[in-house]
Structure formats: C-alpha cells, structure tokens
C-alpha cells in the first residue's frame, strides 16, 4: 500500500541553524501540507501547497520557513534559523481530489 | 475564529464496552467533519468522514454522528478492544477552501482488557 514517507526521523540541531525536513508524497496525489505538532499539544496547520505553489499558509508559516517541490517527488521544509520553539514533531501529509489526506511518520526536531 | 472542543480528559473503559467521544466546534459550520486515530509518535491515520446532510456514518465498528444544530459530531467504537487505546482526533476543515485540517485537542481512550 502506498505510504508517504519522511526523513530524517528525528533531527537535533543547534539554535540559529537552517534544517530542511525531507517528504516523498504518495505518488499521485496532488495537494500537499506540512504540520507541526509541539509535544502535548495539538496537530496544527503550517502551509499547503498545489499546483507548484503555496495555497495557504498559518500565522506560525512566517519567513523562517519556505517549502520547495524540487523534482515532482520530493516535498521539503525548510527553516532558515531555527529557534528552541520550533521543537516539535513535524507531519508531512498528502492527499488526491478526495478529502482523506494522509499523513507520513513525522520528524521530530530537537532544537538546542 | 474556529475552534475545535475536545474532552482533553483520557477516556477508561473495559473491553467490549462502546467508547463514544465528543467533538463540539463553534465560529463556523463546516460542510463535513473527518476523524483520525493517533498513535503515540506517529502521524494521524484517517477513519471516517461524514458530510452536513449525513446524520450518520458506520465502518465496521465505528460510528460518527453530526450535528449540524447542536455543532457537534459524536464518534463511538463498539465492541472496544484494548488495541483500540489511541488518541482520536477530530477535524473539520478551515474555512477557507483549500481542506487544511483543523484539529481540535483529542480524546485519548484507554482501553483495559
């Protein structure tokens, strides 16, 4: 069965440097998201992106972040800066034209 | 804005007994509400969806009501087993047409043999 898949599972990096967090989306699907989940707290909207561009995006989705699509299979994150409470597990999910999206393992950033 | 109310409390029951949990959302009438079950670690997995004009939706063991008067949508498993034990998450979409999730706090169900 088909799944969407991230890495790194978890990545530890210092305050202050970029990270870029890694999605491959089920391969016919066509609208794509990030989510970001701080520990105990609940799943929350970062950005979706179709079509080759952002079609919206949170107050959390400020200039620290950016997301790319290089090569029609790949889905990045990237945060320029990294700060300590950007700690937070981060979900990759994708879905068709239905409205069933489906979420990869996550990436859980540590930020020291 | 939208805001999305789950019982933040853990929800005990025994085996084979019906777990119903609530989901109650306010500032906004979305035009269907989506359920997803969430494991420890890992990412949600989707369960059920059920559109304004369905009172009800079943899928094997689950059930999901929605109404839209009340702003509430009740999800229950029948039958529970302790493999069931999870957080459940309820999620309707934002408001502005492009089907982000808005998830609301979740219900975790602890289910003892």
């Known amino acids: 069965e088909p799944e969407v898949t991230q890495t790194p599972s978890h990545q530890v990096t210092q305050m202050g440097q970029e990270v870029i967090l890694r999605c491959v989306p089920i391969s016919n699907h066509l609208y794509f998201y990030w989510y970001r989940q701080i520990l105990g707290q609940k799943v929350e909207f970062l950005v979706s992106?179709?079509?080759?561009?952002?079609?919206?995006k949170s107050e959390i989705f400020d200039d620290q972040f950016s997301v790319e699509r290089p090569d029609g299979s790949n889905f990045t994150l990237k945060i320029r800066s990294t700060k300590l409470e950007d700690s937070a597990m981060y979900f990759c999910a994708s879905r068709v034209t239905n409205h069933e999206q489906f979420f990869g393992p996550g990436t859980r950033l540590t930020v020291l | 804005s939208q805001k999305i109310e789950q019982n933040s409390e853990a929800l005990n029951i025994q085996e084979g007994k019906t777990a119903t949990l609530t989901c109650n959302y306010t500032?906004?009438?979305?035009?269907?509400l989506q359920w997803y079950r969430q494991d420890p670690g890992r990412g949600p997995v989707f369960l059920l969806l059920i559109r304004e004009n369905e009172k009800e939706k079943r899928k094997e063991r689950l059930k999901v009501t929605f109404d839209t008067t009340l702003k509430q949508s009740l999800f229950h498993i029948t039958a529970s087993q302790p493999a069931d034990s999870a957080t459940y998450l309820c999620a309707p979409p934002g408001n502005t047409g492009f089907q982000k999730l808005v998830f609301g706090t979740g219900t975790r169900l602890l289910v003892s043999p």
């Open positions: 992106f179709y079509n080759n561009e952002i079609s919206e």
């Open positions: 500032n906004y009438s979305p035009a269907y």
